[in-house]
């Protein structure tokens, strides 16, 4: 059974930072590309950041410099560092993990910035 597990989100002000991980079971976590996708309050569910099998990674333009993906294979663990947080950044965080044409998304973690 596959499982991905978030964690790591919560309350912050503005400027602050949040470091979000998702743990993941079931899958070979190695050969998975893993992302971060988030939906606000009202929106669409958007890519944030994704990082390959081999490491490269990719972002959304909004997160430019203020976030970065990691992986530590490991620990079959996702990481998203999130720094110089904004208002606009609330939302639920979700994890995919994806192999080929199959994904996994986790349940999510609300980060909420406050003004």
């Known amino acids: 059974q596959v499982r991905l597990v978030e964690s790591g989100g919560g309350l912050v002000q503005a400027g602050g930072s949040l470091r979000l991980s998702c743990a993941a079971s079931g899958i070979i976590f190695s050969i998975h590309a893993m992302a971060w996708h988030r939906q606000g309050p009202g929106k669409q569910r958007e890519l944030v950041a994704a990082?390959?099998?081999?490491?490269?990674?990719n972002y959304a333009d909004s997160v430019k410099g203020r976030f970065t993906i990691s992986r530590d294979n490991a620990k079959n663990t996702v990481y998203l560092q999130m720094n110089s947080l904004k208002p606009e950044d609330t939302a639920v965080y979700y994890c995919?993990?994806?192999?080929?044409?199959?994904?996994?998304w986790g349940k999510g973690t609300q980060v909420t910035v406050s003004s």
């Open positions: 995919k993990a994806r192999f080929g044409l199959v994904g996994y």
């Open positions: 990082i390959g099998s081999g490491g490269r990674t």
